[in-house]
Every structure is written in C-alpha cells, then in structure tokens.
C-alpha cells in the first residue's frame, strides 16, 4: 500500500501532494515520494543480496473503464522471456472466472515509462517477472454471461485467493514444490477452463471476444 495518505483523502490516483505515484518509479524523491523512494531502495537491495531470489512483482491497481481483472506486462527482444512472462497471467485465467486474458496487454508505452512495472522490468534480470494487476472499479462478466456482474469486497477477496492459488500452479508447474494442495483449496472457487493445442485460455475469454465482436463494445 504506497499511497496511504492520499487513499486516506478519497483518492484513488494521487497522493496526498497531487502526485500519481505510479509515474516516478525512475527517480522517487524521498520527500515527494517517499513510500516509491523506500521500496524501490529495498527491492535494489534484494535485487543485489545473493541470498534473495525475487522473483515476481505485481502491482494492484483498480482501473476506472475496462472490466474484469487482467494484467500488463513488459515487452521483450527475447521471444523466449516473452513466453516465459505469459506463463503466469495464463494460469490466473484458469482460477479466477473474473480474470481475463483477453483484456491482458504487454507493452512498452512511453507514457507508462514510470510505472512500477516498467521501470522494474527493465532493473531486474530476465528470472524476474514484472506485471500490474489491473481490477475493474466496477464490474466483471464470465463466460457466457450477458449482464455484468458488481464487484463487491468479497469477490475482490477471492480473486486475491485466486491470485495465491496461481502462485501455487507456477510453482508446481516448476516443479518447485510437490502437488499437495490441501484438500479445503478444491473448491468452487477455482473454476478451470479448457485450453487449446496451444495453451491459449479459452471458455470466458473466448465468449468475450464473441460478445465484443457482435455488439461492437470497447471495454
């Protein structure tokens, strides 16, 4: 939580100084930006410690027009990174109804240049994955539906269990832990999907390129 000040006021993008703190990742001001100064001290310093392996950084932000909860991502040179990067954002589609990878970009706009995930995917070596974890203000709609569905405090919970559980998938699919979920995880609020020939989620956000296609909706 970086911006506790202005959080504290209403604000749902600028501290208590009228900053939007997600732009000055590049040269935090201890005393402009003070929380960004701090943590981006810390993370350079587990960046440097060998002891430390730090792997993800994820950046919770709620976003104001699209719906759902997706991801950005960075863009790189190397295709192999890039596939790598996908890994993740691609389990999340499989746990969380409510994420999708549809809306899910990787990009490299100037204008995102200072951002938390820009600037630490450019820091950090290729073993770090650096993504923002956008979630609609709103609402959010799953496969097949036709109406939009109100976000509340506790389906914001869940997509953050959800969240826990891809971690979980990650680490398995790495086989860096065992596959001993406990048995109280197998719930309903893991719903898998189908994938296709080339690990592409398909089921809610196929429905939801459908629906974009025959009403025309930008969201």
């Known amino acids: 939580m970086l911006n506790p000040d202005g959080v504290y006021l209403g604000n749902y993008r600028c501290s208590l100084m009228g900053f939007d703190l997600n732009r000055h990742w590049q040269d935090p001001s201890p005393w402009a930006h ?20 730090l792997e993800f950084y994820i950046d919770v932000h709620a976003h104001s027009t699209m719906l759902n909860g997706f991801m950005y991502g960075n863009v790189f040179e190397d295709e192999e990174r890039v596939q790598r990067q996908a890994v993740f954002p691609r389990l999340l589609c ?23 995930r820009r600037f630490l995917g450019g820091l950090l070596d290729d073993t770090s994955y650096c993504y923002t974890l956008e979630v609609s203000f709103y609402s959010y709609m799953t496969a097949g539906s036709t109406a939009p569905v109100p976000y509340t405090e506790e389906t914001y919970m869940k997509l953050g269990r959800n969240v826990a559980r891809t971690f979980l998938d990650y680490y398995k699919l790495n086989n860096l832990i065992k596959d001993n979920r406990p048995t109280h995880i197998q719930s309903s609020e893991v719903t898998s999907q189908t994938g296709d020939e080339k690990g ?18 930008r969201h």
């Open 34 to 53: 003070p929380t960004l100064h701090a943590v981006k001290q810390l993370i350079v310093q587990m960046n440097h410690d060998p002891r430390v392996s």
């Open 94 to 116: 499989q746990n969380a109804p409510d994420f999708s990878f549809s809306n899910t970009s990787f990009n490299r706009d100037v204008v995102k240049a200072g951002t938390g």
């Open 200 to 217: 592409n989620c398909v089921g809610r956000d196929g429905a939801d390129r459908e629906r974009e296609k025959s009403q025309s909706v």
